[in-house]
T-cell receptor, first 108, second 112 residues
């Protein structure tokens, strides 16, 4: 099956800093999503982005499907951005496969 | 609109006990999924139902059974719980293959 690798595994930032999270995948994908899991465990949809670039406030994402990676940008980070960020993909007729996540801690 | 609702939110079981986790969606989606989340492992697929009347195994199906009761409801059953099934369980839905998935709030299960 498809392999999904996220980097870095952990990230610590000061409030106000910018960051880039990366998701690499081993095969062509039809579907890619980014999720934020908040400290209460809830999975929040950030982007549905099989290709191209999208922006939502301080967050943006880019997927380059031909090169098999996606990037999530967080600008002017806030403490509420803390949590785990997951990338998940669908390849062919398979189901949603998750990476192991990037744990982000934003300190005041 | 509740979206995807899971019950219960928390449960403690003794080894060997059985229980059913419930998932209901009001999004009129065709496909429903059960995942488990363990520390450092991301989310792994247990079972899924691509449409009403069908179910298929995912990556980690052993020890579980599922029922797609109707289009709205998809339940996950543990017949004889084991400590290795201690995990957080998530239900998800989407309308088709290349569409956005939405998740419930999770069920935290501890087996002692």
């Amino acid at each position: 099956g498809i392999q999904v690798e996220q980097s870095p595994p952990d990230l610590i930032l000061q409030e106000g800093a910018n960051s880039t999270l990366r998701c690499n995948f081993s095969d062509s994908v039809n579907n890619l999503q980014w999720f934020h899991q908040n400290p209460w465990g809830q999975l929040i949809n950030l982007f549905y982005i099989p290709s191209g670039t999208k922006q939502n406030g301080r967050l943006s994402a880019t997927t380059v499907a031909t090169e098999r990676y996606s990037l999530l940008y967080i600008s002017s980070s806030q403490t509420t951005d803390s949590g785990v960020y997951f990338c998940a993909v669908v390849a062919g007729y398979s189901t949603l496969t998750f990476g192991k996540g990037t744990m982000l801690l934003v300190s005041p | 609109n509740a979206g995807v609702t899971q019950t219960p939110k928390f449960q403690v079981l003794k080894t060997g006990q059985s229980m059913t986790l419930q998932c209901a969606q009001d999004m009129n989606h065709n496909s429903m999924y059960w995942y488990r989340q363990d520390p450092g492992m991301g989310l792994r697929l247990i079972y899924y139902s691509a449409s009403e009347g069908t179910t298929d195994k995912g990556e980690v199906p052993n020890g579980y059974n599922v029922s797609r009761l109707n289009k709205r409801e998809f339940s996950l059953r543990l017949e004889s719980a084991a400590p290795s099934q201690t995990s957080v369980y998530f239900c998800a839905t989407k309308t088709g293959l290349n569409t956005e998935a939405f998740f419930g709030q999770g069920t935290r299960l501890t087996v002692v």
